[in-house]
């Protein structure tokens, strides 16, 4: 933990989350989630409500307490003990609510928002299709103008809380013959009439948060629930990276940290030739960097939520935020696997957590944007700034014996 990063205030709240996850989490909901005896805990989602843990970065009169990403991603690492599930649901209203808080009407943050802080109203993202996930301007689904309004049609998948959603938010092409970058646009869609949850997905891990396929057939969106302006989701898509990647970066640090807690307490306890193991180096240097590998992956997310805060330019929030994901998730799978290895043939039975954990830890990396997909931004963001940042630097180039031997320096 880094308590010294934090305020009184940020310490009282992480404690706050603590006890929830504690207290008012039963660990037969996790075992029942996990055995696909529960696909949607709306239970938990309430009580997140009525504790008033939901949605804090937004304002107070929507339920929010008005706070930023430092004291989400705190809370975030708490809650993210229990594992992806519980954690993805505790950030939907997060990812969905900054859609609606930065482009939504003071129409949809009331109808929508506010009950959706409150526990009162659950929420998906509807992004990924059957024909491509990373795509994103390629997507299929159409909402054609009709009237006061939008008639919805196609289908998304991997829509996680898609079974007990009560709302979508929707990307669909408004202007099929229109410009990829200017045909998208973002609808918040009601499930009612022409919305199926046509298939809930048997996962490897992750289970019981109601990922599933969502098909819209001839749905009516009314004009309002358009969120920002038609044609222009392009912009939202790009500001939803940072919650959608902060967050799984947030909740990875507390997966990692869960199981590193399992294994190293376990070291205490068993012995081998007489002697615990935690005393034999192929052990204890495994502790020692899963811990350094875990600080190195929260200082990235806390500074990446801080810089955010403090209102950086988009492109480095989303470089940063890439690179936050990126980091914490491959960090927290390390860790899982050193874990395991750690507690041998044991750490692979369900006696421990590690092998759910390690189910949960793999997907992570494929969400809210491949890591490949993160290199991808992380790479593009440092050409951009290096660009830009040229003038008034040092030229290191030139420190070197015979850098000004021009003829050498041949690039083509």
Known sequence: MFDFLLTDDQKSLQEEAAAFVREKVPRQLILDMDAEKITYPPDYLKALGDANLLGLRFDKPYGGRGLRWQE???????????GTSLACLYSLPSI????IAKFGSEHLKERYLKPTLAGKLYTAEALTEPRGGSDFFGATT??????????????????VGAEGADYFMVYANTDPEGKAHESMSAFIVDRGPGVEVAHVYGLMGT???????????NVRVPE????????????????????ERLTSAAGALGMARAALDV???YSTKRKAFGRKIKDFEAVSFKVADSLTRLDAARSLVYAAARAIDSGVSPSMARRLVSEAKKFATE?????????????GGIGYTNVYPIERLLRDTRLIMIWTGTNEIMDLIIQHEYYKEMAAASAGKRLSENDAENSHLSEEKVFE
Do not use: C, H
């Open 207 to 217: 289970r019981g948060g109601g990922a599933g396929r969502v098909v819209f057939k």
């Open 142 to 159: 159409i909402a054609r103008r009709e009237g006061q309004g939008y008639i919805l049609n196609g289908q998304k998948r991997f829509v």
């Open 72 to 82: 989400e991603v705190a809370v975030l690492e708490e809650v993210g003990v229990l």
């Open 96 to 99: 969905v609510g900054e859609a």
């Open 263 to 265: 294994a190293s307490a």
């Open 331 to 343: 960090t927290t799978w390390a860790v899982v696997n050193d874990a395991m290895q750690i507690m």
């Open 224 to 243: 309002e629930n358009l969120l920002g302006q038609a044609g222009q989701a392009a912009k939202i898509f790009y500001q939803m990276m940072i919650p």
